[in-house]
C-alpha cells in the first residue's frame, strides 16, 4: 500500500503532462496554405493527396465531399491547399500547370 502511495504522485504528474500536451495534436501541422507538388491522389470520396511542398516535406490531405476541388489532379500538378483545423477546404491547380 505504502508504495502505491509513493508512485502514485509520478503517475499524476505523467498522465497531467499528457492532458496538457494533448491539444497541440488537434492543431494543422500548418498554419498557412500549402503550396507544392502533387506526389499522389486516390479516386474517389474520402479520399487522400500526398504534396511536397518546397521545403521536401511530404503532407497528407484528406479529402472529403465538404472539400472544394478546382480539377481531377494527377501526380506533378502544382497545387496550393487551404486546410482548417477542420481538414482540408480547398485544393487549387496553380497557374503554369498544364
Avoid: C
Amino acid at each position: 500500500m505504502s508504495r502505491l502511495i509513493r508512485h502514485m504522485p509520478i503517475g499524476i504528474f505523467l498522465l497531467t503532462t499528457a492532458f496538457v500536451s494533448l491539444p497541440n495534436f488537434a492543431l494543422p501541422s500548418t498554419s498557412g496554405p500549402i503550396q507544392g507538388e502533387v506526389v499522389i491522389v486516390t479516386v474517389g470520396i474520402p479520399g487522400t493527396m500526398v504534396i511536397r511542398d518546397e521545403k521536401g516535406q511530404l503532407h497528407i490531405l484528406k479529402l472529403t465531399q465538404q472539400t472544394q476541388l478546382s480539377a481531377q489532379f494527377k501526380p506533378g500538378d502544382k497545387v496550393l491547399a487551404f486546410t482548417s483545423p477542420y481538414g482540408v477546404s480547398a485544393v487549387q491547380l496553380q497557374k503554369g500547370t498544364p
